[in-house]
């Protein structure tokens, strides 16, 4: 944390976990199992369903818990009015404008993808569309639901907050030390995955999938709304728990890796027959949600023991991180059309659109984002000019 306040290790972890939404989309291309896109390489990898499922399991557990902590940040120093007010600009403008654009792009190059699966050229066949087995909804939130979640999270917190600060003081005392005690206790993180395994029992191999929809969706604002409202609480104990965290990061990783193991091996009864464990699916929504949390709260440990500081290149990483969760989607879509009747091997395929993508992200923050009013919009400042790319240097 610097003088200002600002705690660097998360904007680190957050920047992280933004990059790492690469990795997940273009794994998607090569997935085994049944794909959420309507698109897929000829070339599968049980490499990418593992990559898929290991970063699922906290990548965006982690986002809603960051999200929670700096909306409390906020609203303890802005008030509840000042909170939302900065959310929105931060939030709902570049969606407002960003998703228009972003699902233009996104379906053309879907369609050309699906002419390139169907008929070996690039083209556009709207057709195409219609025939695949699970047609995607042409209103959508895509990749920004968890944006579009987020801004609804804001809401109740500015909507909810002065209703709760009425609440007798002995009472909110109470909650907070009810939730002080779960999340300092080894058995408090089980507790806590019990509600969204019950979440996950309605969906494939228990493990939740998001919708798009612009309705918001019950099992999605319990489970993601959980996570965020950890978040909310973390904040308001962070001296507790911050070194706590921090002391037991390696062994929350470990225990996370065990229950992981074991999720893996869950997976291959329940594809050969899901009905042979009464609540199959919830038994395993409860192994992969309790991964959540020990993962999430090791990362958090992690970053504050780590990486408490930002050197030029963590600052760079984190300053384009915000464009990066924006537009990926359009490399690792764009990129797969163009690999897809290349005869290389699965991992090289993605090993060759995380790289194309990853460049063309950096290339166009740099040109179009960095120094202009987009970097305004999504980061509140524009980098002076004489700023340059980032070369690796020691931690300071």
């Known amino acids: ?122 083209g556009i066949d709207p057709s195409l569309v219609s025939k695949q087995p699970k047609p995607p909804s042409p209103l959508n939130t895509m990749h920004m639901w968890f944006v579009y979640y987020l801004i609804w999270f804001c809401v109740f917190t500015a909507v909810l907050g002065p209703s709760v600060e009425r609440v007798p003081a002995r009472l909110r005392n109470a909650v907070a030390t009810g939730f002080r005690t779960l999340a300092s206790n080894w058995w408090g993180m089980p507790v ?88 199959f699916e919830a038994l395993i929504g409860f192994l992969y949600n309790l991964i959540s949390w020990l993962w999430s709260l090791a990362l958090i440990g992690l970053f504050l023991r780590y990486l408490p500081a930002q050197n030029r290149v963590l600052r760079y990483v984190s300053e384009s991180s915000y464009w990066v969760f924006l537009v990926h989607m359009l490399g690792t879509i764009g990129f797969g059309a163009i690999l897809y009747s290349q005869p290389l091997g699965a991992l090289t395929k993605m090993a060759l659109n995380i790289l194309a993508t990853t460049v063309a992200c950096l290339l166009t923050y740099h040109l179009l984002v960095r120094h202009t009013l987009i970097g305004v919009l999504l980061n509140g400042r524009r980098e002076p000019k004489a700023t340059q790319m980032p070369v690796p240097v020691a931690n300071t």
């Open 192 to 279: 806590l995955a019990i509600p969204l395994a019950i979440v996950g029992s309605f969906y494939r191999a228990g493990i939740l999938s998001p919708s798009g929809s612009f309705i918001p969706n019950m099992n999605e604002l319990v489970h993601n709304g959980l996570f965020f409202v950890f978040g909310l609480y973390l904040y308001r104990h962070q001296d507790f728990l911050f070194p706590l965290y921090t002391k037991k990061c390696w062994r929350n990783v470990i225990a996370g890796f065990v229950v992981f193991v074991i999720v893996l091996a869950t997976f291959k009864p329940y594809t050969t027959d899901p009905h042979r464990v009464p609540y």
């Open 1 to 122: 944390m610097d003088q200002s306040g600002r705690l660097h290790s998360f904007d680190n972890l957050r920047a992280i976990m933004m990059w790492l939404g690469i990795v997940l989309h273009v794994a998607v291309n090569h997935i085994n199992g049944p794909s959420p896109l309507p698109f897929r390489d000829p070339q599968t990898s049980a490499a990418a369903d593992l990559i898929l499922v290991f970063i699922h399991a906290f990548r965006m557990p982690v986002f809603f818990i960051l999200a929670g902590y700096f909306v409390a940040l906020l609203a303890t120093h802005r008030g509840y009015k000042g909170m939302l007010a900065h959310r929105m600009r931060r939030l709902a403008l570049p969606f407002a404008i960003f998703w228009p654009v972003l699902l233009v792009c996104m379906s053309v190059l879907m369609l050309v993808f699906l002419h390139i699966m169907a008929y070996g050229t690039a």
